[in-house]
């Protein structure tokens, strides 16, 4: 999991945590 933080923190430090939750959720799902 610690990749998916990587790359949403390269995207976009601001909306890195709300897309790296989503993206979360989709995978729990």
Not at 5 to 17: E, Q, R
């Amino acid at each position: 999991m610690c990749n998916v933080y990587g790359y949403f923190d390269n995207d976009a430090k601001v909306k890195a945590p709300f897309d790296a939750m989503k993206l979360r959720r989709r995978l729990q799902a």
